[in-house]
């Protein structure tokens, strides 16, 4: 069992910023990579930034430059700043990890979501 803990969702106004993280717990063997995905209304879940093991990062374009994630291996938590927020990325933001739970078993975790609303 994996569990994926999410915090710091919220309010902000256009052009502010927010920092998220999402730890997980549970029967992990070890975390190849992690990541942060978001679904606004009427829209279909996307990917925002992944990061994995050794550090590598992928970022959605609409996010590049403006977010940034990073990990604590050591605590298993992945983070997501948010700068330069804007009205559009108001969505629930889901963690997700790819856990091995022995040295041949893995598969795909997420967290329950945390809402960024981002509005005057």
């Known amino acids: 069992q994996v569990q994926l803990v999410e915090s710091g969702g919220g309010l902000r106004q256009p052009g502010g910023s927010l920092g998220l993280s999402c730890a997980a717990s549970?029967?992990?063997?070890?975390?190849?990579?992690m990541g942060w995905y978001r679904q606004a209304p009427g829209k279909q879940r996307e990917l925002v930034a992944t990061?994995?093991?050794?550090?590598?990062?992928n970022y959605a374009d609409s996010v590049k430059g403006r977010f940034a994630i990073s990990r604590d291996n050591g605590a298993n938590t992945v983070y997501l700043q948010m700068n330069s927020l804007s009205p559009e990325d108001t969505a629930v933001y889901y963690c997700?990890?790819?856990?091995?739970?022995?040295?041949?078993?893995?598969?795909?975790?997420w967290g329950q979501g945390t809402l960024v609303n981002v509005s005057s």
């Open positions: 997700n990890a790819r856990v091995y739970t022995d040295f041949r078993v893995h598969g795909d975790y």
């Open positions: 549970g029967s992990i063997f070890s975390i190849v990579a």
């Open positions: 990061i994995n093991s050794g550090g590598g990062t």
